[in-house]
């Protein structure tokens, strides 16, 4: 598991305590990215392995489907002005995280600069 913070030097935990916001939120982002895939890896071991029962829990593995509204294909067919009074409008805050370049980092880290590679969290969308 490598966290933003082991990515330098792994800071003690005085310092970590003492870091700024913007660091732990990245800190907390690498972990919670390096959760998610350990909790999909496991719930492929469960569902390929078939042994659902441990010493403390057991799954159930429970087939569902979904339906949901395809907004830009609904859009599409009816128009914009037709849904108009049934769109609304969220706002929110989003917060980006860039990596800083420190005196002693090289330019090995250009590719930072680019709005991609910020520490955004991504949503996912269905094709």
Not at 7 to 17: F, G, I, L
Not at 36 to 65: F, H, M, P, Y
Not at 92 to 119: C, I, M, N
Request: positive net charge; hydrophobic residues 35%; aromatic residues 6%.
């Amino acid at each position: 598991m490598t966290f933003a913070s082991q990515r330098r030097e792994e800071p003690s935990m005085n310092a970590r305590q003492n870091r700024h916001p913007a660091d732990l939120l990245a800190d907390t982002r690498a972990e919670i990215k390096a959760l998610q895939k350990r909790e999909n890896d496991l719930r492929r071991q469960l569902v390929e392995s078939g042994d659902l029962t441990g010493t403390e829990w057991k799954a159930q593995i429970v087939n569902r489907t979904q339906e949901r509204l395809d907004c830009g294909a609904v859009i599409k067919h009816f128009g914009k002005t037709a849904l108009q009074p049934f769109l609304k409008m969220l706002e929110f805050d989003q917060v980006y995280l860039k990596r800083r370049k420190l005196p002693a980092e090289t330019q090995q880290h250009a590719a930072s600069e680019r709005p991609e590679q910020w520490g955004l969290v991504s949503t996912r969308r269905a094709s």
